[in-house]
């Protein structure tokens, strides 16, 4: 059950939120690094 609702956020993360591994991670704004953890986390646990 709970790995079935990781995969489903991170379906709604790839889906909805933008892609910030492009950018410099380092100059990314306090928001956008809390994005970035957000989906890292996401991630790992839905694997």
Request: glycine share 0%; net charge positive.
């Given at each position: 059950?709970?790995?079935a609702?990781?995969?489903?956020?991170?379906?709604?993360?790839?889906?909805?939120?933008?892609?910030?591994?492009?950018?410099?991670?380092?100059?990314?704004?306090?928001?956008?690094?809390?994005?970035?953890?957000?989906?890292?986390?996401?991630?790992?646990?839905?694997?």
């Amino acid at each position: 059950m709970r790995r079935a609702t990781f995969r489903l956020l991170a379906r709604l993360n790839k889906a909805l939120l933008p892609k910030l591994w492009d950018k410099d991670l380092t100059r990314l704004s306090r928001a956008q690094k809390l994005l970035v953890a957000w989906r890292y986390w996401v991630t790992r646990n839905a694997l």
